[in-house]
């Protein structure tokens, strides 16, 4: 008998209070937005590509139609398990602000995108950003 390893990739249930309360914290910068990224071209694995974006930006009141934008989307790999995201997606999500431009990290444990997001995660985002109760659910559902 010949004994495999055998690995798996344990992550958090996404959490969009968790997110919100972790870029709140984070010594980067970070901009939520709800809308349709289209990326240039395939995010290769641990790589990159251009995306636009229309949609909506988080202001203190809510979300707000803002113009067209471009990100860069980045593939965060954790050992052979690489983030991925179709080429086009509706989704809320958190772009990280740097020196080069803004960035969406697109992980195999996903907590910057929510995909197709439904009103409550709307909504919780929302309130979030006007300083409401901004608790995290359950780790385990």
């Known amino acids: 008998m010949l004994a495999t390893e055998a690995s798996a990739l344990s992550c958090l249930r996404p959490d ?10 984070a010594t980067e910068v970070y901009h939520v937005y709800l809308g349709e990224l289209t990326l240039t ?3 290769p694995n641990g790589g ?3 995306a636009t974006f229309h949609g909506q930006g988080l202001l203190k009141h809510g979300f707000s139609p803002i113009s067209d934008r471009e990100f860069t989307l980045v ?14 997606t509706t989704a809320l999500f958190f772009a990280r602000v740097t020196d080069s431009g803004t960035v969406v ?15 409550e ?16 659910g359950p ?3």
């Open 75 to 88: 593939s965060r790999c954790a050992a052979e398990w690489c983030g991925s995201i179709a080429p086009r």
């Open 16 to 25: 969009p209070a968790r997110s919100f309360n972790a870029a709140a914290h």
């Open 48 to 50: 990159s590509t251009k």
């Open 121 to 136: 995660t709307v909504k919780t985002i929302e309130s979030c950003m006007r300083g409401e109760p901004c608790e995290e």
């Open 105 to 119: 990290d697109v992980a195999p444990c996903e907590n910057w995108i929510f995909v197709d997001p439904t009103v």
């Open 41 to 43: 071209e395939t995010l």
């Open 139 to 141: 780790l385990f559902r």
